[in-house]
């Protein structure tokens, strides 16, 4: 297995995740993975080394770069740094596909444009600050991100080598995509391979082969993540959390939650809503 997938889920309050860099201390490494989001990287301080492809990149104070979907890269972070993340959803990009449904904007040029570090400062500072109706100001920031994006950045000939790679994974992109909406649903291993037209064997090893995780786990990784918001955020038993959430019972959710987080789903409720 040479690359893994890496599951992402946008924040709750807005269309997509933004973040900072879990390596802005330095002393991190993310080997290569691929995820059907489009990813941008603006670096504030530090600096960082990326891999794309074939391709080394390494970013200074007021550079960015940008990840297309379906694109195998890693990072090395040796020194701390600040780092904002954006993960933008594939399907803000639907109106501007190619006739073959693809999209792919250029990574290099995109590298010094100030434009684009000022509005995802901006962005940044705005949903940080929480402040009344800041949701309304982040998208509008966002949009004029994307509008940057497709007029200037949008390469309008991508080479076949390219498009075929991004058919591949787009194909597990796909099964993904169905995965996510579908999780809280009785979703076997079974029933999806005949959904998408493939043996069970066949997908069993064709999954792990792309992701680097069994289809279980993967799809326990999904309940988990919404089950932990639930957890937090609202007054639902944790027996309902756990149905709701796609889990047999609440015992294989709890053991499920304990090995991920290190805490019961009650202990976790305990400590984090002590009312």
Known sequence: MEYSHELIMPNDDIPFK?????????????????????EIFALFEGEIDFFINDSGYRLEPGECMLVNSNEIHSIHAPKENLTVVLQIPLSNFEKYYSDERFIYFSNSSLIQDREAMALIRKIYEVYTGKEYG??????????????????????????????????KLDKLSAIT?????????????????????????????????????????????????????????????????????????????SKLFKEKYGILPSEFRRCHRPE
Do not use: C, P
């Not at 786990?217 to 918001?229: C, F, G, T």
């Open 18 to 38: 933004l973040f900072l860099f879990e390596g802005k201390d330095g002393h991190y490494v993310r080997e290569k993975h691929w995820h059907r989001s489009v």
């Open 134 to 167: 800041y949701e309304l100001k982040v998208m509008g920031e966002f949009y004029l991100l994307l509008y940057l994006l497709v007029t200037k950045y949008r390469l309008k000939k991508v080479d076949t080598k390219l498009v075929r790679q991004h058919k």
């Open 177 to 253: 995509a169905y995965m996510k909406e579908n999780y809280a649903t009785e979703l076997s291993l079974e029933s999806v391979s005949a959904a998408f037209g493939y043996s069970t064997a066949y997908f069993s090893r064709m999954f792990y082969k792309y992701t680097g995780i069994n289809y279980k786990n993967y799809l326990d990784s999904i309940r988990l993540v919404h089950a932990y918001k639930d957890l937090a955020n609202s007054d639902m038993t944790i027996g309902d959390i756990a149905v709701n959430n796609g889990f047999a019972n609440s015992r294989s959710f």
